[in-house]
């Protein structure tokens, strides 16, 4: 394996997880960063429908939207594994997410389990998320009145 084959890897590997660490934090203008200008989702493993492409912002804002109804939430993404060809990638990773909230004084959780499978680009300005797929399996618990599926 050559240098810039890890080195490719090092950069897709922060960009999942500054994808985790981003949601966590509310931090939208660092989570738009990860995002080439379009993108592909695909939460059907949410109950969100069909595979859609948006602007990276039209995505940003939906996730926005729907993760600031949690006072607290924790993404994990482990196990990564990253495959690069040219200037294009692919990683899977294991996905648990913690939500929690408050539904009148009792705090309540919702819990997702899976995989995140991530597309990448290079551009100009180096690699970037194209595309989310979202194929979580289990889940515990509900989440708040007016979101379904689960952690974006």
């Known amino acids: 394996m050559d240098l ?4 490719d890897e090092r950069e ?29 989702i695909d939460s059907q493993g949410l109950g969100k429908g069909p595979a859609a492409r948006m602007t990276a912002d039209a995505w940003v804002e939906r996730v926005r939207s729907s993760v ?10 482990t196990n990564q594994q990253i495959d690069v060809d040219g200037d294009r990638a692919r990683c899977r990773a294991y996905g648990l997410a913690v939500h929690e ?40 618990g509900e989440p708040p009145k007016g979101v379904t599926g689960a952690a974006r």
């Open 12 to 40: 897709i590997s922060r960009l999942t997880l500054g994808y985790a660490s981003a949601l966590d934090d509310k931090d939208w203008r660092a989570f738009r960063a990860l995002f080439a200008e379009e993108v592909e």
């Open 101 to 140: 909230y408050r539904e009148g004084a009792a705090p309540r959780r919702f819990v997702v389990h899976g995989d995140y499978v991530y597309s990448f680009r290079r551009g100009a300005a180096g690699w970037r998320i194209s595309g989310v797929k979202l194929l979580f399996r289990l889940r515990e």
């Open 68 to 77: 600031e109804q949690f006072d607290v939430t924790v993404h994990y993404n």
């Open 4 to 7: 810039t084959r890890l080195l």
